[in-house]
């Protein structure tokens, strides 16, 4: 080509990579611009190697101005990419942009059964006074369900905890208390000890408002050397001063249990009342709150301790019951429908 064909020749090129360059809609579409128009294949490439055909004069006229257009080109590409680079940025913060002003999205939280909240109530409170929590199983035998605890087959307790017996093998049942969990305490530990044994009862009873087959008690057990009755007496009234957050009175009525000896029901003065008569205490003044008593010497000495050495002191209550008195429901069923209505208000 002549110096007036290159000179023509590159003026095109310029002007079509100009073009190509502000057509480009993004930075890759730039790079292939680049490459095309100035890369080792690229015309312009080509062009500078005729350089060395022209005269000197021409051969600087022409250099001149193939400088020019790389120049005139990098300089276009680096302005359309910073172009570019400002779009994207704009648009990308339009679109992942967060307005730090609207309110959050709120996740509801659930809270803790009415049940299991009494239930850990009542276990922090006997922690305090230095029990410890033991677990059993639910499916129990009739020994420690009923023989150890000083209940033979034909004694008539048996009636009065009519629970479900199962096919696994003879004499297996789900547990009607959690008094079983006193004889395997005692099994394990050699006294003095300690416990409360917190878990699932089941009884063969029509369902009510104050029958459920399915509930939950807390069994209590201390065993030690010269154990009172003044001294069953003070833990509960301590148990029912913590629940209730105020100095009760306890009452004390005679009642049967055919592990412990003597036995009682232990009242409490009405906390909503303080003996006065309300509804929640049916205008009596008190609350029955559970069974107690001293353990029978018999139920030691089914377990190999001696009953002339160690003595101790037994009590359960239904968890179900203390939750009715204390938040004052009325009917055991509400615990176990699932209702938010009832729940949510805890
Ligand atoms: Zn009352």
């Known amino acids: 080509m002549t110096a007036d064909q290159l000179d023509s020749r590159l003026k095109s090129i310029r002007d079509e990579v100009l073009a190509a360059i502000a057509a480009g809609q993004s930075t890759d579409d730039l790079e292939s611009v680049r490459v095309r128009f100035t890369g080792q294949k690229s015309e312009l490439k080509?062009?500078?190697?005729?350089?060395?055909?022209?005269?000197?004069?021409?051969?600087?006229?022409?250099?001149?101005?193939?400088?020019?257009?790389?120049?005139?080109v990098e300089n276009a590409l680096k302005a359309r990419r910073e172009d570019l680079h400002r779009v994207?940025?704009?648009?990308?913060?339009?679109?992942?942009?967060?307005?730090?002003?609207?309110?959050?999205?709120?996740?509801?939280?659930?809270?803790?059964?009415?049940?299991?909240?009494?239930?850990?109530?009542?276990?922090?409170?006997?922690?305090?006074?230095?029990?410890?929590?033991?677990?059993?199983?639910?499916?129990?035998?009739?020994?420690?369900?009923?023989?150890?605890?000083?209940?033979?087959?034909?004694h008539p307790a048996r009636d009065e905890q009519d629970t479900f017996y199962t096919n696994?093998?003879?004499?297996?049942?789900?547990?009607?208390?959690?008094?079983?969990?006193?004889?395997?305490?005692?099994?394990?530990?050699?006294?003095?000890?300690?416990?409360?044994?917190?878990?699932?009862?089941?009884?063969?009873?029509?369902?009510?408002?104050?029958?459920?087959?399915?509930?939950?008690?807390?069994?209590?057990?201390?065993?030690?050397?010269?154990?009172?009755?003044?001294?069953?007496?003070?833990?509960?009234?301590?148990?029912?001063?913590?629940?209730?957050?105020?100095?009760?009175k306890t009452r004390f009525r005679p009642d049967f249990f055919p592990f412990t000896e003597p036995s009682a029901e232990a009242d409490c003065q009405c906390p909503f009342c303080l003996g006065e008569g309300c509804r929640t205490c049916g205008h009596r003044g008190w609350l029955e709150m559970l069974g107690c008593g001293m353990v029978d010497p018999n139920v030691l000495k089914s377990v190999n301790i001696d009953p002339t050495v160690w003595s101790g002191f037994a009590f359960g209550m239904g968890v179900e019951r203390i939750a009715m008195l204390k938040y004052g429901v009325n009917d055991i069923r509400y615990f176990y429908n699932n209702d938010l209505r009832f729940l949510e208000q805890f």
Do not use: C, W
């Open 168 to 248: 696994a093998a003879a004499g297996v049942l789900l547990r009607s208390q959690t008094s079983t969990m006193q004889i395997r305490a005692m099994e394990k530990t050699h006294p003095p000890l300690r416990i409360i044994a917190p878990g699932r009862v089941y009884r063969n009873e029509e369902v009510n408002a104050r029958k459920y087959p399915l509930f939950h008690q807390v069994e209590g057990l201390l065993i030690d050397r010269n154990v009172t009755f003044g001294q069953l007496r003070g833990t509960l009234e301590e148990f029912y001063r913590l629940l209730f957050g105020r100095e009760l």
């Open 88 to 154: 994207e940025l704009t648009k990308r913060l339009q679109e992942e942009q967060i307005d730090v002003s609207l309110p959050g999205t709120g996740r509801r939280l659930g809270h803790i059964h009415p049940l299991t909240r009494i239930l850990e109530e009542i276990i922090e409170i006997f922690h305090g006074m230095g029990f410890t929590v033991v677990d059993g199983p639910e499916m129990e035998t009739e020994y420690y369900n009923f023989d150890a605890l000083n209940t033979p087959t034909d």
């Open 46 to 72: 080509s062009i500078m190697g005729e350089l060395r055909a022209l005269v000197p004069d021409e051969k600087r006229r022409i250099g001149q101005l193939a400088n020019e257009v790389q120049q005139a």
